[in-house]
Protein backbone atom coordinates (compact mmCIF):
# COMPACT_ATOMS: atom_id res chain seq x y z
CA UNK A 1 0.00 0.00 0.00
CA UNK A 2 2.92 2.43 0.97
CA UNK A 3 3.68 2.25 -3.14
CA UNK A 4 0.65 3.77 -4.32
CA UNK A 5 1.25 6.64 -2.23
CA UNK A 6 4.63 7.65 -2.70
CA UNK A 7 5.06 10.35 -5.62
CA UNK A 8 6.62 8.69 -8.72
CA UNK A 9 7.95 9.74 -11.98
CA UNK A 10 5.98 8.15 -14.36
CA UNK A 11 7.56 4.78 -15.60
CA UNK A 12 7.44 3.01 -18.64
CA UNK A 13 5.00 0.38 -17.89
CA UNK A 14 3.63 -2.85 -19.68
CA UNK A 15 -0.06 -3.13 -20.76
CA UNK A 16 -1.22 -5.17 -17.89
CA UNK A 17 -0.12 -1.99 -15.89
CA UNK A 18 -1.58 0.47 -17.83
CA UNK A 19 -4.65 -1.73 -17.71
CA UNK A 20 -4.70 -1.65 -14.31
CA UNK A 21 -4.32 2.26 -14.34
CA UNK A 22 -6.61 3.03 -16.28
CA UNK A 23 -9.11 0.80 -13.88
CA UNK A 24 -8.04 2.65 -11.02
CA UNK A 25 -8.81 5.61 -11.77
CA UNK A 26 -11.94 4.51 -13.28
CA UNK A 27 -12.41 3.19 -9.90
CA UNK A 28 -11.89 6.08 -8.04
CA UNK A 29 -14.25 8.44 -10.41
CA UNK A 30 -17.23 6.08 -9.84
CA UNK A 31 -16.13 6.21 -5.56
CA UNK A 32 -16.28 9.74 -5.76
CA UNK A 33 -19.71 9.70 -7.68
CA UNK A 34 -20.96 7.29 -5.40
CA UNK A 35 -19.87 8.73 -2.12
CA UNK A 36 -21.32 11.69 -2.84
CA UNK A 37 -24.84 10.63 -3.29
CA UNK A 38 -24.88 10.09 0.31
CA UNK A 39 -25.77 12.73 2.87
CA UNK A 40 -22.70 13.40 5.12
CA UNK A 41 -22.10 12.51 9.08
CA UNK A 42 -19.00 13.65 10.55
CA UNK A 43 -17.88 11.86 13.53
CA UNK A 44 -17.71 13.98 17.27
CA UNK A 45 -16.58 12.62 20.19
CA UNK A 46 -19.12 13.02 22.77
CA UNK A 47 -17.49 12.75 26.28
CA UNK A 48 -13.39 12.06 27.09
CA UNK A 49 -13.65 8.22 28.60
CA UNK A 50 -12.98 5.03 27.89
CA UNK A 51 -15.34 2.51 26.93
CA UNK A 52 -15.25 -0.77 25.83
CA UNK A 53 -18.04 0.02 23.63
CA UNK A 54 -17.60 2.12 20.13
CA UNK A 55 -21.21 3.91 20.53
CA UNK A 56 -20.46 5.36 24.08
CA UNK A 57 -17.82 7.61 22.76
CA UNK A 58 -19.12 8.81 19.17
CA UNK A 59 -22.30 10.22 18.08
CA UNK A 60 -22.90 11.21 14.57
CA UNK A 61 -24.43 14.57 13.73
CA UNK A 62 -26.22 15.92 10.41
CA UNK A 63 -23.26 18.38 8.67
CA UNK A 64 -23.87 18.49 5.20
CA UNK A 65 -26.05 17.13 1.85
CA UNK A 66 -28.60 16.99 -0.52
CA UNK A 67 -30.46 15.40 -3.47
CA UNK A 68 -29.40 14.13 -6.44
CA UNK A 69 -31.71 13.95 -9.66
CA UNK A 70 -34.00 10.64 -9.90
CA UNK A 71 -32.57 10.23 -13.77
CA UNK A 72 -29.11 8.75 -12.43
CA UNK A 73 -27.13 11.35 -14.28
CA UNK A 74 -25.40 12.38 -10.70
CA UNK A 75 -26.56 15.75 -10.78
CA UNK A 76 -26.99 17.88 -7.87
CA UNK A 77 -30.42 19.53 -7.50
CA UNK A 78 -31.90 22.28 -4.70
CA UNK A 79 -30.64 23.10 -1.58
CA UNK A 80 -28.04 21.90 -0.39
CA UNK A 81 -25.23 22.48 2.51
CA UNK A 82 -21.67 21.03 1.57
CA UNK A 83 -18.84 20.88 3.59
CA UNK A 84 -15.56 22.90 3.30
CA UNK A 85 -12.36 20.22 2.25
CA UNK A 86 -10.55 20.65 5.32
CA UNK A 87 -14.26 20.21 7.45
CA UNK A 88 -13.99 18.62 10.60
CA UNK A 89 -14.86 19.08 14.03
CA UNK A 90 -12.57 21.78 14.94
CA UNK A 91 -13.12 23.73 11.53
CA UNK A 92 -16.99 23.52 10.80
CA UNK A 93 -16.70 25.25 7.42
CA UNK A 94 -19.71 25.04 5.13
CA UNK A 95 -21.09 26.30 1.50
CA UNK A 96 -25.32 26.91 1.36
CA UNK A 97 -27.01 27.18 -1.28
CA UNK A 98 -28.98 25.66 -4.08
CA UNK A 99 -28.73 23.50 -7.96
CA UNK A 100 -30.40 23.76 -11.02
CA UNK A 101 -29.23 21.33 -13.98
CA UNK A 102 -25.99 20.79 -11.98
CA UNK A 103 -24.94 24.16 -11.48
CA UNK A 104 -24.86 26.07 -8.72
CA UNK A 105 -27.07 29.62 -9.30
CA UNK A 106 -28.47 32.06 -7.51
CA UNK A 107 -27.29 33.16 -3.52
CA UNK A 108 -25.07 30.94 -1.77
CA UNK A 109 -23.53 31.48 1.62
CA UNK A 110 -20.29 30.53 3.39
CA UNK A 111 -21.15 30.25 6.60
CA UNK A 112 -18.04 29.38 10.09
CA UNK A 113 -19.30 27.82 12.88
CA UNK A 114 -17.08 29.09 15.60
CA UNK A 115 -18.95 27.43 18.87
CA UNK A 116 -21.07 29.70 18.75
CA UNK A 117 -23.64 28.34 15.80
CA UNK A 118 -23.29 28.92 11.91
CA UNK A 119 -22.57 32.60 11.07
CA UNK A 120 -22.56 34.23 7.33
CA UNK A 121 -19.06 35.44 7.17
CA UNK A 122 -18.90 35.28 2.90
CA UNK A 123 -21.03 34.54 -0.11
CA UNK A 124 -22.26 35.90 -2.72
CA UNK A 125 -24.90 34.95 -6.55
CA UNK A 126 -23.95 32.53 -9.13
CA UNK A 127 -25.02 33.20 -12.71
CA UNK A 128 -27.92 31.11 -13.70
CA UNK A 129 -27.60 28.73 -16.59
CA UNK A 130 -23.71 28.95 -16.71
CA UNK A 131 -20.59 27.43 -15.53
CA UNK A 132 -21.00 28.65 -11.91
CA UNK A 133 -19.95 31.86 -12.87
CA UNK A 134 -20.10 34.28 -9.58
CA UNK A 135 -21.73 37.42 -10.59
CA UNK A 136 -21.50 40.71 -8.58
CA UNK A 137 -20.28 41.66 -5.02
CA UNK A 138 -19.00 38.58 -3.20
CA UNK A 139 -16.61 37.94 -0.02
CA UNK A 140 -14.56 35.30 -0.55
CA UNK A 141 -12.54 33.45 1.77
CA UNK A 142 -8.66 32.52 1.43
CA UNK A 143 -7.24 29.47 0.47
CA UNK A 144 -5.79 28.67 4.08
CA UNK A 145 -8.77 30.62 6.04
CA UNK A 146 -9.03 28.95 9.31
CA UNK A 147 -9.47 30.25 13.26
CA UNK A 148 -5.73 31.66 13.27
CA UNK A 149 -5.77 32.67 9.56
CA UNK A 150 -9.41 34.50 8.91
CA UNK A 151 -8.68 36.68 5.37
CA UNK A 152 -11.46 37.24 3.13
CA UNK A 153 -11.46 38.98 -0.19
CA UNK A 154 -14.34 41.38 -0.63
CA UNK A 155 -15.10 42.92 -4.36
CA UNK A 156 -16.90 42.18 -7.09
CA UNK A 157 -17.06 39.51 -9.84
CA UNK A 158 -18.47 39.88 -13.85
CA UNK A 159 -18.88 36.98 -15.66
CA UNK A 160 -16.68 34.74 -13.12
CA UNK A 161 -13.54 36.99 -12.84
CA UNK A 162 -12.77 39.63 -10.49
CA UNK A 163 -13.23 43.27 -11.37
CA UNK A 164 -12.45 46.65 -10.13
CA UNK A 165 -11.37 47.52 -6.67
CA UNK A 166 -10.99 44.41 -4.23
CA UNK A 167 -9.68 44.15 -0.35
CA UNK A 168 -8.12 41.76 1.89
CA UNK A 169 -9.31 41.67 5.36
CA UNK A 170 -8.34 39.98 8.83
CA UNK A 171 -9.53 39.25 12.33
CA UNK A 172 -6.57 38.53 14.15
CA UNK A 173 -8.22 36.59 17.18
CA UNK A 174 -10.26 34.57 14.61
CA UNK A 175 -13.46 35.63 16.46
CA UNK A 176 -13.96 38.36 18.98
CA UNK A 177 -12.02 41.69 17.29
CA UNK A 178 -12.68 43.45 14.15
CA UNK A 179 -11.85 43.07 10.51
CA UNK A 180 -8.86 45.15 9.79
CA UNK A 181 -7.89 46.00 6.15
CA UNK A 182 -4.44 44.66 5.66
CA UNK A 183 -4.02 44.69 1.64
CA UNK A 184 -5.66 44.68 -1.82
CA UNK A 185 -5.83 46.46 -4.94
CA UNK A 186 -7.68 46.33 -8.45
CA UNK A 187 -8.37 43.49 -11.30
CA UNK A 188 -8.31 44.40 -14.82
CA UNK A 189 -12.15 45.31 -16.11
CA UNK A 190 -11.97 44.65 -19.34
CA UNK A 191 -13.41 41.40 -20.50
CA UNK A 192 -10.88 39.54 -22.87
CA UNK A 193 -13.55 36.53 -23.69
CA UNK A 194 -10.75 34.16 -23.44
CA UNK A 195 -8.37 32.33 -20.97
CA UNK A 196 -4.28 33.87 -22.29
CA UNK A 197 -0.88 32.97 -21.62
CA UNK A 198 0.44 30.40 -19.31
CA UNK A 199 -3.29 29.21 -17.87
CA UNK A 200 -4.09 28.84 -21.08
CA UNK A 201 -1.59 26.20 -21.85
CA UNK A 202 -2.22 24.65 -17.92
CA UNK A 203 -5.98 23.89 -19.89
CA UNK A 204 -4.59 22.15 -22.92
CA UNK A 205 -1.93 20.27 -21.19
CA UNK A 206 -4.17 18.89 -18.54
CA UNK A 207 -7.28 17.96 -20.67
CA UNK A 208 -4.66 16.23 -22.75
CA UNK A 209 -3.54 14.65 -19.64
CA UNK A 210 -6.61 13.42 -18.73
CA UNK A 211 -7.57 12.35 -22.10
CA UNK A 212 -4.42 9.75 -21.89
CA UNK A 213 -4.98 9.05 -18.62
CA UNK A 214 -8.69 7.58 -19.45
CA UNK A 215 -7.00 5.63 -22.90
CA UNK A 216 -4.94 4.35 -19.85
CA UNK A 217 -1.33 5.56 -22.10
CA UNK A 218 0.67 6.08 -18.65
CA UNK A 219 3.38 6.92 -21.10
CA UNK A 220 2.13 9.46 -23.25
CA UNK A 221 1.19 11.27 -19.88
CA UNK A 222 5.06 11.20 -18.95
CA UNK A 223 5.94 12.46 -22.07
CA UNK A 224 3.14 15.38 -21.34
CA UNK A 225 4.01 16.48 -18.22
CA UNK A 226 7.88 16.33 -18.83
CA UNK A 227 8.64 13.12 -16.45
CA UNK A 228 6.68 15.03 -13.61
CA UNK A 229 4.50 12.84 -11.57
CA UNK A 230 0.99 14.62 -11.20
CA UNK A 231 -1.14 12.61 -9.36
CA UNK A 232 -4.85 12.79 -9.96
CA UNK A 233 -6.30 15.09 -7.16
CA UNK A 234 -3.44 17.42 -7.77
CA UNK A 235 -4.66 17.66 -11.36
CA UNK A 236 -8.18 18.27 -10.40
CA UNK A 237 -7.26 20.88 -7.87
CA UNK A 238 -5.08 22.70 -10.89
CA UNK A 239 -8.30 22.66 -12.97
CA UNK A 240 -10.29 23.79 -10.15
CA UNK A 241 -8.41 26.78 -9.10
CA UNK A 242 -7.62 27.96 -12.87
CA UNK A 243 -11.29 28.05 -13.55
CA UNK A 244 -11.61 30.10 -9.82
CA UNK A 245 -8.81 32.77 -11.02
CA UNK A 246 -9.85 32.83 -14.74
CA UNK A 247 -8.47 35.93 -15.88
CA UNK A 248 -7.93 37.49 -12.84
CA UNK A 249 -5.58 40.35 -14.19
CA UNK A 250 -4.18 42.80 -10.73
CA UNK A 251 -3.09 45.72 -12.38
CA UNK A 252 -1.55 49.30 -9.75
CA UNK A 253 -0.93 49.28 -6.54
CA UNK A 254 -0.90 46.53 -4.80
CA UNK A 255 -0.78 44.80 -0.85
CA UNK A 256 -0.76 41.05 -1.31
CA UNK A 257 -0.75 38.62 1.59
CA UNK A 258 2.31 35.82 1.79
CA UNK A 259 0.74 32.18 1.29
CA UNK A 260 1.14 31.28 5.02
CA UNK A 261 -0.11 34.36 6.81
CA UNK A 262 -1.73 34.59 10.16
CA UNK A 263 -1.47 35.86 13.17
CA UNK A 264 2.40 34.54 14.07
CA UNK A 265 2.80 35.80 10.31
CA UNK A 266 1.36 38.95 9.30
CA UNK A 267 3.83 39.24 6.03
CA UNK A 268 2.73 41.61 3.33
CA UNK A 269 3.95 42.54 -0.12
CA UNK A 270 3.76 45.97 -1.68
CA UNK A 271 4.08 46.98 -5.07
CA UNK A 272 2.27 47.73 -8.51
CA UNK A 273 1.28 45.08 -11.38
CA UNK A 274 1.53 45.37 -14.86
CA UNK A 275 -1.50 43.38 -16.63
CA UNK A 276 -0.69 40.46 -14.17
CA UNK A 277 2.88 41.11 -13.32
CA UNK A 278 4.72 42.17 -10.37
CA UNK A 279 6.88 45.41 -12.07
CA UNK A 280 9.28 48.06 -10.32
CA UNK A 281 10.29 47.93 -6.58
CA UNK A 282 8.40 46.06 -3.89
CA UNK A 283 8.81 46.24 0.10
CA UNK A 284 8.17 42.83 2.30
CA UNK A 285 6.24 44.24 5.83
CA UNK A 286 6.25 42.09 8.68
CA UNK A 287 3.66 43.25 11.49
CA UNK A 288 4.94 41.37 15.04
CA UNK A 289 2.57 40.58 17.84
CA UNK A 290 3.40 43.53 19.83
CA UNK A 291 1.82 45.15 16.77
CA UNK A 292 5.00 47.13 15.29
CA UNK A 293 4.47 47.13 11.15
CA UNK A 294 7.95 47.55 9.56
CA UNK A 295 9.75 46.96 6.35
CA UNK A 296 12.00 43.87 6.52
CA UNK A 297 12.92 42.92 3.26
CA UNK A 298 11.87 43.34 -0.72
CA UNK A 299 13.67 44.52 -4.29
CA UNK A 300 12.95 45.09 -7.48
CA UNK A 301 11.28 43.01 -10.53
CA UNK A 302 12.03 43.71 -14.50
CA UNK A 303 10.00 46.56 -15.82
CA UNK A 304 9.34 44.32 -19.44
CA UNK A 305 6.73 42.83 -17.32
CA UNK A 306 8.14 39.50 -16.69
CA UNK A 307 7.80 39.21 -13.35
CA UNK A 308 11.55 38.38 -12.72
CA UNK A 309 13.05 39.39 -9.62
CA UNK A 310 16.35 41.63 -10.43
CA UNK A 311 19.30 43.22 -8.77
CA UNK A 312 20.00 43.50 -4.95
CA UNK A 313 16.95 41.38 -2.84
CA UNK A 314 16.32 40.47 0.40
CA UNK A 315 14.20 37.61 0.49
CA UNK A 316 12.66 35.66 3.62
CA UNK A 317 12.82 32.28 4.54
CA UNK A 318 10.15 29.92 3.36
CA UNK A 319 9.07 28.74 7.26
CA UNK A 320 9.51 32.71 8.40
CA UNK A 321 7.43 33.61 11.41
CA UNK A 322 7.19 35.50 14.85
CA UNK A 323 9.93 32.72 16.22
CA UNK A 324 11.79 32.22 13.19
CA UNK A 325 12.56 35.57 11.91
CA UNK A 326 15.03 34.80 8.88
CA UNK A 327 15.97 36.79 5.87
CA UNK A 328 18.58 36.08 2.33
CA UNK A 329 20.26 39.11 1.42
CA UNK A 330 22.13 38.93 -2.44
CA UNK A 331 21.75 39.48 -5.67
CA UNK A 332 19.34 38.26 -8.49
CA UNK A 333 20.07 38.03 -12.41
CA UNK A 334 17.44 37.13 -14.99
CA UNK A 335 15.28 36.16 -11.83
CA UNK A 336 18.12 33.62 -10.45
CA UNK A 337 19.69 33.91 -7.56
CA UNK A 338 23.87 34.93 -8.49
CA UNK A 339 26.97 35.47 -6.08
CA UNK A 340 26.81 35.41 -2.61
CA UNK A 341 24.20 35.19 -0.44
CA UNK A 342 23.90 35.96 3.49
CA UNK A 343 21.34 34.13 5.63
CA UNK A 344 20.79 36.94 8.50
CA UNK A 345 18.46 36.21 12.08
CA UNK A 346 16.69 39.89 11.94
CA UNK A 347 15.47 39.50 15.52
CA UNK A 348 18.88 38.89 16.87
CA UNK A 349 20.41 40.75 14.63
CA UNK A 350 23.00 38.12 13.23
CA UNK A 351 24.70 36.90 10.28
CA UNK A 352 24.11 33.31 10.35
CA UNK A 353 25.98 31.86 7.29
CA UNK A 354 26.95 32.43 3.76
CA UNK A 355 25.79 31.31 0.56
CA UNK A 356 27.12 31.02 -3.11
CA UNK A 357 25.12 30.62 -6.26
CA UNK A 358 26.11 30.31 -9.73
CA UNK A 359 23.76 29.54 -12.35
CA UNK A 360 20.95 28.87 -9.32
CA UNK A 361 23.28 26.23 -7.88
CA UNK A 362 24.16 26.62 -4.07
CA UNK A 363 27.58 26.08 -2.95
CA UNK A 364 27.81 26.68 0.63
CA UNK A 365 30.90 28.37 2.30
Known sequence: MNGLTQKKRFPVQSKKQDNFQKSLYNIYLKLVIQLEKFIIFIPFKKQKR???????DIEFKFSGGGEYDKQGTGQK??????????YCDNFELTYHGEYKNGKKFGRWDICYNNGNGDQIIGGGLYNEGTDDLKIGKWIDLSDRFCRNSYVIYQGEYLNGQRVGKWDIWFKEDGDNKQNIRIGGGSYDEQETGMKTGSGLKLVIVLNKILKQLKKGNIKMVGNLVDGIYITIREMVIKLWEYKEGGDNIKIGQWIDISDGFCRECQVTYKGEYKIGKRVGKWDILYKDLAGNNESIGGGSYDEKGDGMKIGKWIDLDDRFCDSKQITYKGQYK????QGLWVEIDIQKNKQCSEMKYHNYYQYHN
Open 334 to 337: NGKK
Open 77 to 86: MGRWVELSEH
Open 50 to 56: KSKHWND
